[in-house]
């Protein structure tokens, strides 16, 4: 009987699919890949670009959706410049690339495709090429091109991350193996409930608030005593939230956080938050408190951390509490401040529920 229930629920495991996966984010040369805890995946150029950038995407699982996107919508228009679409205009090595109207969406910025068998005739056409241009940048002084160096190593790093080495659905290196031996996308894990704990009262808020600004060591803090807001929010019967305004930058405001208990005698500790995974084989280092918000209605903190101003680069990351402690709910992170990046970063863990 011990035998057949084993039996059952490993069944039961590998049709559900399996534990959250590490997430990955790794360069190779002209390429950069991100693939998350269910083993979505995205890859894209990096480097002297000059806002043409293709954009590659899969999920994992052995029919997984695949996407491919050519965008220069970012890109800044020089005088000289060939005016028409870019799909009229592409080059592979030197030689025209054609795209067919009826499997592609096309607009004058933008070429994409969805169909997965188009997005892998696609890859295997540019796989082993060096470089994708646009014809028409004679008199142009920037250069548009996207660098294939490094496409197939970052291919070949997304087939290992989703199980599909040696099987006719690789991308890389397409084998023999059939697409059912492929293993079904892992299962996001799913965090409790957050119930909503009784607000604070005017007593509460006073304790606390008197506590924070006699307690909480804000010695290595650069803003003026004047500056230093404090919020607090409530995360438990029991239990509290306090946020202390830190430090300044340009685009970046640091905090200081602290769950302290809501009755007397009042006891603080420093808010530690620890990411469930090693990315890239290291452990996440522990994110600093950089812009952060606090949804007292979800019982979650959110910090977004810019790289610069005009965030199309930095880490944000948002976290739960479940009645203990905050964990992680989402993860996202784009380390290249090259413009592309500004409508969203790769997401590297996320949760259901």
């Known amino acids: 009987m011990l035998r057949l229930a ?9 049709w559900q699919g399996t534990a959250a996966a590490d997430p990955l984010q790794q360069d190779y040369s002209d390429w950069t890949l991100s693939c998350d805890n269910l083993n979505r995946c995205e ?15 899969r999920e994992a699982g052995p029919q997984g959706r695949a996407a491919v996107r050519l965008d220069n919508e970012h890109a800044e228009v020089f005088e ?14 030197g030689k025209a690339l054609h795209l067919n109207p009826r499997e592609w969406q096309l607009s004058e910025h933008l070429a994409q495709a969805d169909n997965r068998l188009v997005v892998d005739d696609f890859i295997s056409h540019i796989r082993n090429a060096s470089v994708l241009t646009l014809s028409g940048q004679d008199k142009a002084p920037a250069r548009q091109s996207v660098s294939l160096k490094g496409l197939k190593a ?5 087939d290992a991350q989703q199980g599909r080495v040696e099987t006719r659905t690789a991308w890389a290196t397409p084998g023999s193996k059939t697409a059912d031996t492929v293993p079904a996308a892992p299962v996001a894990p799913v965090l409790p409930p957050f119930t909503p704990p009784p607000s604070l009262t005017e007593r509460e808020i006073a304790a606390l608030t008197q506590f924070a600004a006699t307690n909480i060591d804000t010695g290595d803090c650069t803003l003026e005593q004047s500056e230093r807001d404090i919020s607090l929010t ?26 302290v208990t809501r009755h007397a005698p009042l006891k603080a500790e420093e808010l530690a938050l620890q990411a469930p995974f090693k990315l890239n084989g290291s452990q996440l280092m522990e994110p600093e408190l ?5 949804d007292e209605a979800r019982g979650q903190l959110s910090i977004y951390a810019k ?11 948002r976290w739960a509490y479940d009645g203990k402690q905050f964990r992680l709910a989402e993860y996202r992170s ?12 790769p997401l590297l863990w996320t949760t259901g529920g």
């Open 43 to 57: 890859a894209r150029n990096i480097n002297e670009h000059n806002g043409l950038v293709l954009h590659l995407s």
């Open 80 to 93: 000289g410049t060939d005016p028409r679409p870019i799909a009229a205009r592409l080059l592979l090595d």
């Open 290 to 294: 950089i812009n952060v918000e606090m």
């Open 334 to 345: 784009e380390p290249h401040c090259d413009g592309y990046s500004q409508n969203g970063w």
């Open 6 to 14: 084993t039996s059952s629920l490993l069944l039961l495991a590998l």
């Open 307 to 317: 790289g610069r101003g005009i965030g199309d680069c930095g880490e944000s990351s």
């Open 154 to 158: 970052a291919l070949l790093a997304m």
């Open 234 to 259: 409530p995360l438990s019967s029991d239990k509290a939230l306090i946020l202390v305004n830190c430090d300044m930058g340009a685009y970046n405001l640091f905090s200081l956080a602290s769950v």
